[in-house]
């Protein structure tokens, strides 16, 4: 008996929680911001915004904080360009996916499977497949919108791809040797993407693992110099073919190893620029790709671990004020482990050893195979736990880090399928110890492809944003170097002075804050003030629009 009304308490209770939920919550497609401090118009939307932040002046462990109040103003351009996606590793895996993934959705291609009919989506998407919080009614309720709606932003599905690859296949060809989709939808796709042939790409044998030469037969000749300037020839071919308003360029091609920081090579923008003349060793396939981006003044994203964006590169974003953004795509163990370090350490349990293991099959854990090659991989999934550490000093020494390992191994049978294993060994309340144990299993590409759209797609739309302070001078673009996206990125690059973010939860929230100034809205904050002060919430119930 008593067995009998604990089940049926629980089930109330579920059954309550429910129904809670859904009366407490509510949905808009899209919404437009009523106020004096935002302008609609058919080009743009201005917004005049409070931002409210601090400044601390410390010694010796000890802070004066001052709360400081700037002014901006935001204006973004309301149109939606027409875009081209160009992918350097077009024939990959990633690549493939993504071009595949897309027609499906456009030609709203559906496919059978042994669950049943399958219909196209873009699930793993921030973009599309998200929702923000908007605000509250006068009723209580949380209004939701799609991420999607706070700023126009191009649909995936009108996007242009194009790429490069150094092997020769058509997409079709690549779809089948990654074996990502069933042969279902393959069939189904065949058609659209047999017609698609990635443009040669620069090969330079000494970045990626010698297991690859023998993909490589689709690849430019000439000098470096010669590779650049038909990297710029593509570009603007690609654009003027296409008829299209932007290009948007990332690399998902091969892990590199990292290039040597040299002087006289690679500092400097100068440096660089003369390297790439005389056709110094040195230089990368991928820096070659941002230099020629970064002179057409193309965005240019790097998926992949390696150091693409050598000093002189970054120098070279700035001077011409083109947008770059990397490193490397953070999709399955990686983000988990940015929300996992990040809960440990901010609820003061002290994280002292981490091991992740993978293994995978497809190209991409074949290339990783080769030491140098996962060295540049290795970086990229430690560092991600780094400013967790060193914001709590409460836990951690100066100096002091969890003992932290990375294992990755090729094996062929599982292909796309990759397992992660991690174990995370944690100090807690007198001496105690907490192990978390977890196993995932993810289909790679699959995770990578939604990623990348919104790569693409919010590059594009912050080169849509502009700002000012304090109402002087003339309307500024972003900074050059585009951390805003880290969410998406395992190592996020900065601008030079600034932190490199992790957390997951922070990164997310970067981006639908910077959103919600652009329509003259406060940042998002948990304070719940309208919950917890009932006198308050009282005033809200009354609320009406004047």
């Not at 990292?258 to 790439?276: C, K």
């Not at 406060?522 to 809200?540: A, E, H, S, V, Y």
Request: aromatic share 8%; proline share 6%; charged share 20%.
């Amino acid at each position: 008996t008593d067995l009998q009304i604990t089940t049926i308490d629980s089930s109330c209770c579920t059954l309550c929680n429910m129904s809670h939920a859904n009366t407490t919550r509510a949905h808009v497609s899209e919404f437009e911001v009523s106020s004096d401090n935002v302008v609609y118009t058919d080009e743009t939307i201005t917004a005049k915004y409070s931002y409210d932040h601090t400044m601390v002046e410390h010694k010796d462990g000890k802070g004066k904080v001052y709360p400081v109040t700037t002014n901006f103003e935001f204006k973004t351009q309301r149109k939606a360009p027409k875009v081209g996606a160009m992918f350097v590793g077009w024939g990959g895996n990633n690549g493939s996916t993504i071009t595949g993934g897309q027609l499906a959705n456009k030609h709203n291609i559906s496919w059978e499977t042994k669950r049943g009919e399958m219909k196209p989506n873009y699930w793993g998407s921030l973009t599309q497949a998200s929702t923000t919080w908007v605000g509250t009614d006068a009723q209580g309720k949380e209004i939701f919108a799609p991420l999607n709606k706070v700023l126009p932003m191009v649909h995936p599905n009108d996007l242009v791809i194009g790429g490069w690859d150094i092997n020769g296949c058509n997409l079709a060809e690549a779809m089948e040797r990654a074996a990502v989709f069933e042969p279902s939808l393959q069939a189904k796709l065949k058609p659209h993407m047999e017609k698609l042939v990635p443009l040669p790409a620069p090969y330079y044998p000494d970045f990626i693992a010698a297991n690859q030469e023998s993909r490589a037969n689709n690849v430019m000749k000439g000098s470096k110099k010669e590779n650049l300037e038909q990297v710029r020839k593509d570009l603007r071919d690609f654009k003027e073919k296409h008829n299209l308003d932007k290009v948007v360029v990332l690399w998902t091609a091969n892990t590199e190893r990292y290039a040597s920081i040299v002087p006289g090579v690679n500092t400097t923008a100068e440096e660089l620029l003369a390297a790439i003349d005389r056709d110094e060793e040195e230089i990368s396939p991928s820096t070659i790709f941002a230099v020629a981006c970064i002179l057409e003044n193309v965005p240019y994203i790097n998926g992949s671990p390696q150091n693409t964006f050598v000093p002189g590169c970054m120098e070279l974003a700035v001077q011409k004020n083109a947008i770059i953004a990397g490193d490397d795509f953070k999709t399955g163990q990686t983000k988990v482990k940015s929300v996992l370090a990040d809960f440990l350490v901010s609820a003061g349990i002290k994280p002292v050893s981490i091991v992740s293991y993978n293994h995978l099959g497809n190209n991409d854990g074949r290339n990783l195979n080769a030491p140098a090659q996962f060295r540049s991989k290795e970086i990229s999934k430690t560092n991600v736990v780094d400013d967790m550490v060193h914001s709590n000093p409460i836990l951690y020494e100066p100096g002091e880090y969890p003992d932290h390992n990375i294992v990755i191994k090729y094996q062929p049978y599982v292909q796309d399928s990759k397992r992660a294993m991690d174990e995370y060994i944690s100090e807690m309340f007198m001496g105690g110890l907490n192990t978390i144990v977890m196993h995932n299993t993810c289909e790679d590409s699959l995770l990578a492809a939604p990623l990348m759209l919104d790569l693409v797609l919010l590059a594009e739309l912050c080169g849509r944003i502009q700002y000012r302070v304090n109402g002087e001078g003339d309307f500024e673009n972003f900074h050059p170097v585009l951390s805003m996206l880290s969410y998406l990125i395992k190592a996020p690059i900065v601008p030079a002075g600034a932190p490199v973010v992790n957390s997951l939860s922070r990164q997310r929230s970067c981006i639908e804050n910077v959103f919600r100034a652009c329509v003259g809205l406060p940042p998002i904050n948990q304070m719940r003030l309208d919950n917890i002060c009932p006198n308050f919430g009282r005033q809200l119930q009354g609320w009406t629009p004047n």
